[in-house]
């Protein structure tokens, strides 16, 4: 069986008791000043992140005008090369006539004056 505690021995340990409630409560001073420096912190990190972010979303913004814009210059850049090009062929196919029209003509010549050569130019005997 255990003695029973004198009172001395009882005044020691509500004395322990006392200095342990004022040492927890020193740290849950402690504790509480932490949460509201690191609360303040995530506060300030979250504003920091949320400009961050309009930062981003601007830039993004830009660079989608930008990429619009280039995407219709190179679409009227298109459009002008493919116009010259039609226009390049049409006169292609001029110019490809005009050379089949004059190798025939050159042709039908030649053989024009071949046929005169042959036929009509003969020495009589």
């Not at 322990?16 to 932490?34: E, P, T």
């Not at 298109?78 to 006169?91: G, P």
């Not at 490809?96 to 004056?113: I, M, N, P, Q, S």
């Given at each position: 069986?255990?003695?029973?505690?004198?009172?001395?021995?009882?005044?020691?340990?509500?004395?322990?008791?006392?200095?342990?409630?004022?040492?927890?409560?020193?740290?849950?001073?402690?504790?509480?000043?932490?949460?509201?420096?690191?609360?303040?912190?995530f506060?300030?990190?979250?504003?920091?992140?949320?400009?961050?972010?309009?930062?981003?979303?601007?830039?993004?913004?830009?660079?989608?005008?930008?990429?619009?814009?280039?995407?219709?210059?190179l679409?009227q850049?298109?459009?002008?090369?493919?116009?010259?090009?039609?226009?390049i062929?049409?006169?292609?196919?001029?110019?490809?006539?005009?050379?089949?029209?004059?190798?025939?003509?050159?042709?039908?010549?030649?053989?024009g004056?071949?046929?005169?050569?042959?036929?009509?130019?003969?020495p009589?005997?």
């Amino acid at each position: 069986m255990t003695e029973p505690a004198t009172c001395s021995e009882l005044n020691q340990v509500l004395d322990a008791i006392q200095g342990m409630q004022v040492i927890i409560q020193a740290i849950d001073k402690k504790l509480d000043i932490h949460i509201a420096t690191t609360t303040e912190r995530f506060n300030l990190m979250d504003e920091k992140l949320k400009r961050l972010e309009d930062k981003i979303d601007a830039v993004e913004a830009k660079l989608e005008q930008r990429i619009n814009s280039i995407e219709i210059q190179l679409g009227q850049r298109i459009d002008t090369v493919e116009s010259t090009l039609q226009d390049i062929a049409k006169r292609q196919a001029g110019t490809d006539a005009r050379l089949w029209g004059f190798l025939v003509t050159l042709l039908v010549a030649t053989l024009g004056l071949l046929a005169k050569l042959l036929l009509f130019d003969l020495p009589s005997s």
